[in-house]
């Protein structure tokens, strides 16, 4: 009699695992993904906040705002690094004067589109007249 057993896995087991990963993924995925989202907004907030204070640091050198064809170049003596790009690798927008305010500097969020919601909103800071604002998006 030959009572030699195989050693390894069946298909069976094999597909049962495979698919429990597969829920397990399906479970984790999205929730770290809209953690990353985020992130993103933090971060685009925190470079707007710097951005803010080295336009407000060159009206105190310069007595004035930069100019829109200045843009944001012209403060960047004032930061500490280069002139960063929002989170989603577009250039920050500077307006001036501003809809709501002296200057605007604002991200058009991950659709990089005016508008939006959640990631997609527009997130910014304006000027009021010496005392700032900072727009939040929810």
């Known amino acids: 009699m ?9 298909l069976l087991e094999l597909l049962v695992v495979i698919v429990i990963i597969g829920l397990l993924a399906g479970y984790v995925a999205p929730r770290y993904f809209s953690q990353v989202g985020k992130s993103e907004v ?20 310069n007595r004035r705002y930069p100019t829109s064809e200045e843009g ?19 250039p920050y ?3 001036i004067p501003g809809e709501k305010a002296d200057y605007e500097v604002v991200s058009y969020g991950k659709d990089g589109k005016p508008g939006g919601t959640g990631e997609d909103a ?3 800071v304006q000027a009021v007249s010496g005392a700032t604002e900072t727009a939040k998006a929810n």
């Open 72 to 90: 944001l170049a012209a403060v960047q003596p004032y930061l500490k690094k280069t002139l960063p790009n929002d989170p989603w690798g577009r």
């Open 93 to 95: 927008v500077y307006r």
């Open 122 to 124: 527009d997130l910014g």
């Open 42 to 61: 933090q971060v685009a907030r925190a470079q707007i906040d710097a951005l803010e204070k080295a336009v407000d640091q060159y009206r105190l050198d």
């Open 2 to 10: 030959n009572t030699t057993k195989s050693k390894g896995f069946t």
